[in-house]
């Protein structure tokens, strides 16, 4: 970086030597004061002429040293940026991993509390369907009897009803 900058530095110094240059041209000041005979007048055309050629060369080895330069350091951008990229999918991928277990936690935990609540409504609705039952147990017993009995008679008249049908076999038909 610090050398790509002194060689801008050098390329913008040879740059304002031509501009001075192109000036002095421009005004028809002469660089070198013209002597007035014309053995003077040619060298100073082909010390123009050499000169001219000599500040293309440098100004063209200049802009090789600036373009390899910019390549170089537009290269290790390049680097820079892959090397970015690769960090950035391996941060992606262990953050995608991370949600994809809190997110496996945190369904099982949804239906493990699901499957308890579950549990919870049926044993309800069981115990209510029991509750009826034994309501409608008891309503029809004291409709059919007549009178009220309590559970102990009631499970006494159900056992000795079961072992009837046991001894005639109405159980077994029952199940066919």
């Known amino acids: 970086m610090v050398t790509l900058l002194a060689l801008t530095l050098a390329l913008n110094i040879i740059l304002a030597f031509l501009v001075l240059i192109a000036i002095l041209k421009?005004?028809?000041?002469?660089?070198?004061?013209k002597?007035?005979?014309?053995k003077n007048t040619k060298l100073t055309?082909?010390?123009?002429?050499?000169l001219e050629?000599?500040?293309e060369k440098?100004?063209?080895?200049?802009?090789?040293?600036i373009d390899a330069k910019l390549s170089e350091y537009f290269q290790t951008l390049v680097?820079?940026?892959?090397?970015?990229g690769t960090e950035l999918t391996g941060f992606i991928e262990k953050q995608q991993e991370s949600i994809?277990?809190?997110?496996?936690?945190?369904v099982a935990r949804d239906i493990a509390k699901l499957q308890e609540d579950l549990q919870k409504y049926r044993a309800d609705k069981f115990a209510r369907i029991d509750q009826q039952v034994k309501d409608m147990v008891y309503d029809i017993a004291k409709q059919v009897l007549g009178k009220a009995i309590d559970v102990s008679t009631h499970e006494d008249l159900v056992k000795a009803a079961l072992e009837r049908a046991k001894k005639e076999n109405l159980l077994e038909n029952a199940k066919h």
């Open 100 to 106: 994809v277990k809190e997110t496996q936690f945190l």
């Open 53 to 55: 050629g000599e500040v």
């Open 58 to 65: 440098l100004i063209a080895a200049a802009g090789r040293r």
């Open 79 to 84: 680097d820079d940026a892959q090397k970015k």
């Open 45 to 50: 055309k082909k010390l123009e002429i050499r």
């Open 26 to 33: 421009i005004a028809k000041i002469p660089l070198v004061k």
């Open 35 to 38: 002597p007035e005979s014309a």
